[in-house]
């Protein structure tokens, strides 16, 4: 990495702070800040200076949801790790938290281990792992406290998917007094999986197949009963839970509800429910098909309880759950049968854009943007003060924001391999112009110069804000 990059002339934003500041960076981490036209700043001198200028300068987000290469009905997520983080790094995201896989019938580690190999080697930006939960039994248990020595501080159960991903209450359970134990973090797919599926059998035997079925079958109610569920689960178990994707309203209102009781439990949405709505899932010929995820897209209404959840802190971070199936040969799977639809959205390129959106809208303060993107996600999920942050010893994963540069998003310019965008035509004021991670440039003014193999896998240490 080169020595020592001066950033100069930018407006720093942190979770915390808004500071004309210039930002020296040295060996891949941030060396020092100090004051725009201050004697220390103008006294550093570097081997590049990039001129920030009328830009802001920002933590690299950090995306806590992506799904690169997930197996999923039958066909795999189209983004590689490869492809995906590089196009993570043009949208400003510089690390990734991915999900290993526990096949049924195998162990944590064969899982973790095909996960480790899937990356090594090939990944743009930085990344690290949770784990799926697929078969919690004593050997798994045991597995689990290993784990989060290793790195691996977070576990991922369905209360959806029988047969696949599901687990039971009492899997549930026990894995959540595991993770009370050991420091681990439970994430929670929280949709009653049982009762969904009574309702999409009914639905195909009465010829409901198009792709807005899905959403229909997939109720809020299901969600929010899954989600008080899990928080009375956890509490009994005395842990933590962070409930993953939330979408609807009632299932907020969950969350708001045990928070006011003062438990710790914490929410994460993702752009497609702040950004679109059933009204997408409904979309003629097939097309609807484009936007099947779990749980589902729901209509406009909810989306002011997500928004009010960010204001308030009732939801804490916005991560895509990045999960890629070309329309064609992949979510035409499902044509005649929307439960063979692949679920999944792209989105780990657009996020930071579609937040800075959301600053311009009203939705969210600017400082608010870095918190739900980047410091939070880190915190959460033990990156923190390496990831997420503009601070002395921090790694120097930056980027240069053009608030007012105007783009619209679109297939036909992303750089993430699927053959469309979910938020295709959507105009965006503000871009990403050039991006440092651990001080290398790896998107230099809108040109790529990174490699595949410069991310480095980052062990993860437990939750931050467990006291
Ligand atoms: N939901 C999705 O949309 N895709 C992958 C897994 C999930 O839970
Ligand atoms: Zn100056
Ligand atoms: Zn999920
Ligand atoms: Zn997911």
């Known amino acids: 990495s080169s020595a020592r990059t001066l950033i100069r002339g930018g407006l720093v934003i942190t979770a915390a702070d808004e500071i004309h500041a210039d930002v020296l960076t040295e060996d891949g981490r941030i060396a020092a800040l100090a004051a725009h036209g201050s004697a220390a700043a103008e006294s550093w001198t570097a081997d590049r200076v990039i001129d920030a200028t009328g830009r802001y300068v920002i933590p690299g987000g950090v995306d806590a949801h992506t799904h690169m ?6 066909t795999s997520a189209s983004d590689t790790f490869e492809t995906g983080t590089r196009a993570a790094a043009w949208g400003g995201t510089t690390t990734i938290v991915d999900f290993a896989v526990q096949s049924v019938g195998h162990s944590l580690r064969a899982g973790l281990d095909a996960w480790y190999a899937k990356a090594d080697g090939v990944c743009a930006v930085d990344y690290g792992f949770h784990m799926i939960l697929s078969d919690v039994d004593e050997r798994s248990l045991k597995e689990m406290d290993r784990l989060v020595e290793e790195g691996v501080t977070s576990f991922k159960l369905f209360m959806a998917y029988p ?25 929670m797919h929280a949709e009653n999986g049982i009762a969904i599926d009574v309702l999409v059998e009914q639905a195909l035997a009465e010829g409901r197949t198009d792709p807005r079925y899905h959403g229909e079958v997939r109720k809020v109610v299901l969600e929010a009963e899954a989600t008080h569920r899990a928080i009375q689960l956890a509490r009994v178990a005395g842990a933590p839970l962070y409930v993953v994707h939330v979408s609807a309203d009632e299932a907020v209102a969950e969350i708001t509800a045990a928070r006011d009781k003062g438990l710790n439990v914490f ?4 752009p497609q429910y702040l950004f679109l709505s059933t009204d997408q899932l409904a979309e003629p010929d097939f097309e609807g098909a484009k936007y099947v995820c779990s749980t589902p897209l729901r209509p406009k209404e909810h989306q002011a309880a997500l928004w009010r959840g960010l204001r308030t802190n009732d ?3 916005v991560s895509t759950d990045h999960c890629p199936f070309c329309f064609t040969g992949q979510k035409e799977l499902g044509r005649g049968d929307f439960s063979k639809i692949p679920n999944g959205l792209p989105g780990v390129e657009n996020r930071m854009d579609l937040l800075h959106q959301a600053v311009l809208d009203g ?5 608010r943007w870095i918190e739900i993107a980047c410091a939070t996600p880190a915190r959460m999920f033990g990156l923190y003060p390496r990831k997420g942050t503009i601070a002395p010893g921090a790694d120097a994963d930056i980027v240069i924001y053009d ?23 959507r105009r965006i004021t503000g871009q990403v112009e050039t991006v440092l991670s651990r001080g290398e440039v790896v998107i230099d003014q809108r040109t790529y110069t990174g490699r595949a193999g410069h991310g480095r896998y980052i062990p993860r240490g437990t939750c931050q804000y467990l006291v």
């Open 69 to 74: 290469e997930l197996p999923f009905g039958g």
């Open 163 to 187: 047969g696949v991903f599901y687990s039971d209450d009492g899997r549930i359970l026990r894995a959540m007094q595991r993770s009370a134990r050991n420091g681990g973090l439970i994430m």
């Open 267 to 270: 929410g994460e949405t993702c």
């Open 315 to 317: 939801l804490q971070v």
């Open 363 to 367: 939705h969210l303060t600017r400082r």
């Open 403 to 425: 608030p007012h540069a105007e783009q619209t998003l679109s297939v036909t310019t992303h750089h993430m391999n699927v053959d469309y965008n979910a938020y295709e035509g």
